[in-house]
Each structure stands twice: as C-alpha cells, then as structure tokens.
C-alpha cells in the first residue's frame, strides 16, 4: 500500500535531548513537509524539500533540523535550542512543491512529542 | 489580519441536516483550495480540493469557490455523527513559492 509512515507514535523528551521523527513515503512524490500543531491551532510549516538534497525553512524552522538525503525520507529533529517543543508533528507529501498550484498534500499519522 | 480564517466552533447540527462550513482568506492570487477532515487525535485527511470559481462536488461533500470575494466553503449533506471532526481549509498562495496556509479549523458536532 502507498502512503506515508511516521515513527515513533509517541515520543517523549527530556530537557536538553536531541530526537529525531522518522517520516517516510512510498508515493514518489517529489515534495516533503514538516508541520507542528499545537492545541486549537492550524498547522505551522517547520520545513520542506521540493527535492533531494535541498530544502527550505518554513515559518517556525528554530530549533529545527531536517535532512533529504533520499527522496522517500525527511527526517526531523527537534534540538534542545527548542524550547517549547511539546506538540503533535505531522510530515506531508505532495506530487509537486513550489511552482504547482495543484500540491495536494497527504499526511502522515503524525507523531506526539512530550517534554518531561 | 489572518490569511486563512475559519470560525473555530463547535458547528452543531442535527443528523441529516446540510453543515457549512466557510474559510475566508486574504491573497488575492491564491491558486488552489483544499478541505481537510482531522478526527481528534489523529492527523488531518484531504477531502476536497477545488481550483476555480464555482462548485464541486464528491459524494455528499460539495466545494464552493468564490474567488471574487476570497471566499471558499464547504457543504455536507446528510449529515451523519461520523462527520463530528474538525474541517481545516487550507489555501496554496502564490507568494513563497506555492506555500500552503491551513486555517486553525472548524469543529464540526453532529447530533444523532
């Protein structure tokens, strides 16, 4: 079955952890983003790629890191130097990135970090 | 003055009634539109996506376009129980290279 698998579900963090979210597709769509929701919230863009080995930052990216070393995987890290990081961390994909308008995006499970 | 914009709810209907659902946003140029449906606790589902003016339709789901005056919508007819979710629309912009902006959503509740 096509789709996108994040890992772990959830996931909790001590004060001054690095961790790293797992996001991986097997749609082959070019395009890949991070998204951070926080309770009664939209979704705030972290990063994306269009393409391998690049990729952008989006509205809140401090604190962030991210790699696209291959197209079906855009792993997240979330550093210490994020402060509140305690949110539900959803990766998306579309066919196209930047330059098509028709970037249906479809989103993994998500993942749930928690700060102890 | 928010680019997506979505009254937060909760929308409660009764079952078997129509439930809309509207989303203002403020770029002038913005390209596509989508609906998502995101059941509490697990992540947003796309619905609807609808790129010029007028309305679509999908099952019991129709989009409605307005583009003169920023203004897209969605319908549900029928409305069942299994609807209760919270609708987020999400709008692709023309500036930043096709970046999407996604509304805080809507909660929708349908009363059996």
């Known amino acids: 079955d096509g789709g996108i698998t994040q890992s772990p579900k959830y996931l909790f963090r001590k004060e001054g952890q690095n961790v790293t979210l797992s996001c991986e597709q097997n749609l082959n769509h070019d395009a890949m983003y991070w998204y951070r929701q926080d309770p009664g919230q939209g979704l705030r863009l972290i990063y994306y790629?269009?393409?391998?080995?690049?990729?952008q930052k989006g509205d809140i990216a401090e604190g962030y890191s991210v790699s696209r070393e291959k197209k079906e995987s855009f792993p997240l890290t979330v550093t210490s130097a994020q402060k509140n990081p305690t949110a539900f961390y959803l990766c998306?994909?579309?066919?196209?990135?930047?330059?098509?308008?028709?970037?249906?995006?479809?989103f993994g499970p998500g993942t749930r970090l928690t700060v102890l | 003055q928010k680019e997506v914009e979505q009254n937060s709810g909760p929308l409660s209907v009764p079952e078997g009634a129509i439930a809309s659902l509207n989303c203002t946003y403020s770029?002038?140029?913005?390209?596509?539109f989508f609906w998502y449906r995101q059941y509490s606790g697990k992540s947003p589902e796309l619905i609807m996506s609808i790129y010029s003016n007028g309305d679509k339709e999908d099952g019991r789901f129709t989009a409605q376009l307005n583009k003169a005056s920023q203004y897209v919508s969605l319908l549900i007819r029928d409305s069942q129980p299994s609807d209760s979710a919270t609708y987020l629309c999400a709008v692709s912009l023309r500036t930043g290279g096709f970046k999407t902006i996604f509304g805080a959503g809507t909660r929708l509740f349908v009363k059996a």
């Open positions: 790629s269009q393409i391998v080995n690049d990729f």
């Open positions: 998306a994909s579309s066919i196209g990135g930047g330059g098509s308008p028709y970037n249906e995006q479809f």
């Open positions: 770029d002038r140029v913005s390209q596509s």
